[in-house]
C-alpha cells in the first residue's frame, strides 16, 4: 500500500487529542488485534464513549476492566485536561451516549485463549499427525502466540511467510507489553519463514538482511523444502496455494486447524469450508480450534450497565435489534442506526 503524502498522528492511552476544541481520551481494550482502542469523545452535550472491538475474557482482559474505570472517573481528563466548569458538570451527569460494538450479542460460548491452549494440549498429549496446517487471521497475535509457544514446547518447527515474519518483527520492535514480546521472530529458532523467489519489496528484502545479519539464514526454507522436512511442523496459511500444494508431502499424515476470529456479517463468510473440501482427496481432517476476539453477550450487557449510557448505539452487528429487546423497560434509550441517517439527541 502506498501511504505517501499522509500526515500521521499516534497516540497511546492517557493522551488528550484536541480536534478543534473538541477532546478525545484514546483508551485501550483487549481484542485478538494488538492497539485496539476505545475512546472517550468530550463533547458540548456530554461524554460519548466508542467501545471499539473488545472483550473481557483474553489475556489482556485487565486493558479492558481499565478502560471501563476510565468511563467511570473520567481522570485522564479531570487531571491532565483543562475543563471548565460547564465541561465538569457534563461529565457528572453521567455518559451521553454509548456506541457499543454487538458483534456477539446474539450469541456466545464461555472461552479463552487458556482454552484454546487448553484443548491444543489434549491434542498433542496423543498426536498421530506428522504436520499441522494452521489457520487464524495474520493480526491475531494472541493466536500466533499460542500455536508459536505450542510448537516451541513440543520440538516442532512453526513456519511463516516472509510477510508474516516481517509484521511480527515490527510487533516485537514495538512492543509495550511483555505478551508482545513472545515469540520473538529473531530469538527463537523454532520459527522458520518460507521465502518465495526473489526480492519485489523493501520489506521482503529488509527481512531477509536482518535475519542474515543475525546469523538465522538457516532458518529461511525455501518451498521445496517442505517435502523434505519429514514431519513435526506447523505451516500457518490464510488460503492453500499451489506452490505449497505442490510440495507439501501428503504420503505423510496432515491435519488442518481453523482458528480464525469470526466475521460479524455474513457477507465476509471466512474459506475454512474452501480449504477443508480441498484437503478432503488427501485425507486430512478439520479441527476448529477459536476463541473469539469479541465480546460475549453477557459481557456486552453487564459492561453496558456499569456504564448506565443515557442512549446507546449498537454498531458492527447485524442483530442490533437484540439491543431494544434486551434494554426495554431501561433507562437506557436503544437508538438504532440507519444508513446514511444522522441521529439527533
Known sequence: NNFNGLNWQTFRTGDIIDIKGLKIIPFHVDHSVPGAYGFIIYTSAGPVVYTGDFRRHGPLSNMTEEFLNEIKTHNTI??????????????????????CDGTKIHKGIVESEQLVEENLEKLFAKNPFDFILVKYDRIDWDRFRTFSLMAKKYGWKYIITEMDAYFYYILNRKAIYESMREPNILKDDHIYILKRGTVRYKWQEKIRQILYKKGKSDRILDYRDLGSLGGKFFVYIT???????????????????????DPYSEEFFENTHTIRKELEPYGIPAYRVQASGHA??????????????????????????????????????VVLPSKYQPIEF
Open 78 to 99: 479531570l487531571t491532565k485536561g483543562e475543563t471548565d466548569k460547564q465541561q465538569k458538570d457534563l461529565i457528572s451527569e453521567g455518559i451521553k451516549v454509548l456506541i
Open 239 to 261: 488460503y492453500l496455494t499451489k506452490i505449497l500444494m505442490k510440495n507439501l508431502d501428503f504420503s505423510r499424515r496432515g491435519l488442518f486447524i481453523s482458528s480464525s476470529i
Open 296 to 333: 460475549t453477550p453477557h459481557d456486552i450487557i453487564n459492561l453496558i450497565e456499569e456504564i448506565k449510557p443515557k442512549f446507546l448505539i449498537p454498531i458492527h452487528t447485524e442483530h442490533s435489534k437484540y439491543f431494544g429487546k434486551i434494554f426495554q423497560g431501561s433507562d437506557i434509550k
